[in-house]
């Protein structure tokens, strides 16, 4: 499909989800990036009226700057779909799979991915009993920016077993996913598709003087250190790299993907495990892909470019398979 330039973009952000001031931010850097390389920008800052106004806008491509639900869960990717809107980022079904992280581990394990065990448990089971020998980590299957995140260890001030009076992700979230608590280091690397199929950007390194990489130290300025490229062995960031683009592989993810890490130094290969792939990686100052992407000589205006022309490119060739496929049917 050839396009005139300017193409016309609507930058989809903001929402419900708890993670709406980081998607505003993402929008907005995206929308200003855009409008600084000549094209014709539509913000939404979405509400229940989304289809109405996409509607109305007519674009030629979405660019999704939504995170957590309903924005990386499927939800508005479904929605996209069915308007026959190109966009952003991963699709329905890698969307729906990608949020769970339970069913990310289904997907990635048997491909030989690393990543830790552990089980869903109910908040009524945590309360009678730790379902993992201390420390283990808690956190909610379906959400992004490490929301709602705990890690539980013999001296927490939650109680044994865990008091419901007790500040924690159990007093929000009906089920949680247990994990085990894996010492270390902090990695993370992002995959960026292109031509030649996807590429990773590199490793990043986050040094957290204190605490883990929660939200709050995701997107306040100051709180962790970004150490990029990360300083560590090179066969690490290679097994890093290797995994960071397997995931995004196997689960089917387009545009950009990034996944997050968990390395225990001390056990040199077999200590790296992959914690779970982001299909929708913040776009603003403090993100990482954007960092990443810089070091590997892509400014941010070029990256927001690039993933609106491999949206047009995907959903041309989805076009293309349902048109074959009408074919062989007729």
């Known amino acids: 499909m050839m396009f005139d330039k300017p193409l016309h973009v609507a930058v989809l952000m903001g929402g419900w989800a708890n993670e709406r001031p980081v998607s505003l931010m993402s929008g907005h850097g995206v929308a200003d990036a855009l409008e600084a390389r000549g094209f014709r920008v539509t913000r939404i800052d979405m509400g229940r009226d989304v289809a109405l106004r996409l509607h109305e806008a007519a674009p030629d491509v979405v660019f999704n700057a939504l995170h957590g639900v309903p924005g990386e869960d499927g939800s508005v990717q479904g929605l996209l779909d069915l308007m026959g809107l190109a966009y952003t980022h991963s699709g329905l079904a890698t969307s729906v799979i990608a949020i769970d992280k339970q069913l990310t581990k289904q997907a990635l394990v048997p491909h030989g991915i690393p990543m830790p065990g552990g089980r869903i448990v109910t908040r009524e089971e945590l309360y009678q009993g ?25 001296d927490s001030n939650v109680g044994n077993p865990i008091n419901p009076q007790a500040t924690g992700p159990w007093q929000e979230f009906a089920e949680l996913l247990a994990e085990p608590f894996i010492k270390g280091r902090e990695l993370t690397a992002a995959v960026l598709d292109g031509p030649d199929g996807p590429r990773a950007l590199g490793v990043t390194e986050l040094v957290i003087e204190n605490g883990f990489y929660d939200y709050e130290h995701k997107y306040t300025e100051g709180r962790t250190v970004h150490v990029c490229p990360a300083q560590i062995p090179a066969d690490i960031t290679k097994l890093c790299e290797d995994y960071a ?35 929708q990686p913040g776009m603003t100052p403090l993100s990482l892909v954007p960092e990443q992407a810089a070091q590997a000589g892509i400014s941010y205006g070029e990256l927001v470019e690039l993933l609106v022309h491999e949206a047009l490119r995907v959903h041309a060739a989805k076009a293309n398979k349902r048109g074959r496929h009408g074919a062989d049917q007729a």
């Open 245 to 279: 683009i397997r995931a995004h592989q196997v689960l089917g993810c387009h545009g950009t993907s990034r996944t997050d890490f968990r390395w225990d130094d001390e056990l040199g290969a077999a200590g790296l495990f992959v914690l779970e792939t982001n299909t």
């Open 130 to 154: 730790d379902p993992l020998p201390r420390p283990f980590v808690l956190k909610p299957v379906n959400e992004g920016s490490s929301v709602g995140v705990a890690i539980v260890t013999a």
